[in-house]
């Protein structure tokens, strides 16, 4: 991996903030089952811990968001789309990501799941990055709040490459990997 700068979280921090959250999120619901969506690819590591610190009967769903570029009358226009909703008719909804930043997909999937007329929806992230945030959303529940553009790997989320999902630790301000030079060109 390449050489890492910047904030970090240690892998303590992260669990001890992530059990205050089940702690929060179990007295909120007082027993009440929870339905708990969670969006993947990212937030997968967070929402496994999470939900084992939530102390309430429980169904887990998951979602994955595809993005697609849509031509609308010659106009490309760029449109998220969700996998299968659940059923969450008078449902108390808890969704889990692990990234709130510009916001935009996750209020869009937050109208989505609203429009099944769930009884409560609510929103819980390991990061609230409020820098480039596009829409009026927060975060009702939230792991660690900053203002960095950088990108952040470990702990479930990826590097540009891929690698760093299995790092117990969170580190922002990795560096890409060097660009390889183009063929034909000499040192």
């Not at 659940?86 to 937050?110: H, I, N, W, Y």
């Not at 929806?121 to 553009?149: C, H, M, Q, W």
């Amino acid at each position: 991996m390449s050489a890492q700068r910047g904030a970090a979280y240690s892998a303590a921090r992260i669990a001890s903030r992530v059990a205050a959250l089940g702690k929060d999120i179990s007295r909120e619901y007082r027993g009440r089952r929870l339905d708990v969506v969670v969006t993947l690819d990212r937030a997968f590591v967070f929402a496994a811990d999470l939900v084992r610190q939530i102390e309430a009967p429980m169904v887990c769903h998951f979602v994955r968001e595809e993005v697609r570029d849509v031509d609308h009358g010659g106009h490309a226009r760029r449109e998220v789309f969700f996998g299968s909703h659940p059923e969450l008719k008078g449902r108390d909804v808890l969704v889990v990501d692990a990234v709130l930043e510009s916001g935009v997909t996750q209020e869009f999937l937050l109208r989505r799941l609203g429009e099944g007329g769930p009884r409560s929806i609510r929103l819980a992230v390991l990061l609230d990055k409020t820098a480039n945030r596009r829409v009026a959303l927060e975060p009702d529940y939230f792991g660690f709040r900053n203002a960095s553009n950088q990108v952040w790997v470990g702990y479930g989320l990826a590097a540009a490459n891929g690698t760093g999902r299995n790092l117990r630790q969170l580190s922002s301000g990795v560096q890409a990997a060097p660009r390889k030079r183009s063929k034909g060109r000499k040192k």
